[in-house]
């Protein structure tokens, strides 16, 4: 009797499946000694009764052998599609973790600037204020090039591959020329981590 030995590993694949995070290499086993026993059950069968076997009998081998190897080809299938899917949902969530990490990061970074920020340009002092701020947005943008670009574009282009864009993102992201520009950016990359935790959360087949 191979039905215990069936159900045994039909069972344990399907449990590897649907934990979390799943099992895809013990599923597959699974899989494959589901697939083995049945096959031996109908080598067997073949072996035991084949010389006895008429056109009709013949037939149901060749339906049976098919439909096992078939089966076995269509869980591998499943199997891999629940790791992919399940590897897809692990690099969403840790982009929506990186994304507001570094929205954080910016906006703190952000802060520290602003108390340092030279006075508004005052009439009786123009010509010097403005040329202080001028070396201060320098100053600002230079640090976000050194800081945060390489970490803001591989952000922008994830986040791009999975359809999340945003038109003032696009704009700022590479070359954010003062802190208003940068805040622009650090805002948007969280407003679009969001996004993309909202679409996570959505329950599938459910518009939002």
């Known amino acids: 009797m191979i039905l215990p030995g ?9 449990i590897a499946v649907r934990m979390e995070p799943p099992a895809p290499a013990v599923a597959s086993r ?12 109908l080598v067997a069968w073949v072996v ?14 060749f339906v049976m052998f098919s439909a ?12 891999f599609d629940v790791a992919f899917n399940h590897e897809v ?3 969403k969530r840790a982009l929506v973790v990186s994304a507001r990490d570094l929205s954080r990061e910016m906006l703190a970074f952000l802060d520290g600037r602003r108390r340092v920020a030279p006075p508004r340009p005052r009439p009786a002092t123009w010509d010097e204020d403005v040329a202080a ?5 320098d100053q600002t943008a230079v640090t976000y090039d050194r800081r945060f670009r390489a970490r803001v574009q591989a952000a922008h282009d994830l986040l791009a591959l999975r359809n999340m864009h945003d038109r003032d993102l696009d704009t700022f992201y590479e070359r954010p020329a003062n802190d208003f520009q940068v ?11 969001d ?12 518009a939002p």
């Open 89 to 91: 949902r692990v690099q």
């Open 48 to 61: 035991r009764a084949g010389r006895s076997f008429h056109r009709e009998e013949r037939l149901l081998t």
């Open 195 to 206: 996004k993309l935790a909202r679409e996570e959360a959505q329950p599938t087949g459910v």
């Open 68 to 79: 096992i190897v078939m089966s076995w080809v269509g869980a591998q299938q499943g199997i």
């Open 183 to 193: 805040g622009v950016v650090a805002r948007k990359l969280s407003g679009l981590a």
């Open 6 to 14: 069936v159900a045994f590993a039909a069972i344990c694949g399907v």
């Open 30 to 41: 699974c899989a494959s000694v589901v697939a083995f026993l049945l096959m031996v059950k």
């Open 133 to 137: 701020w001028a070396r201060y947005d």
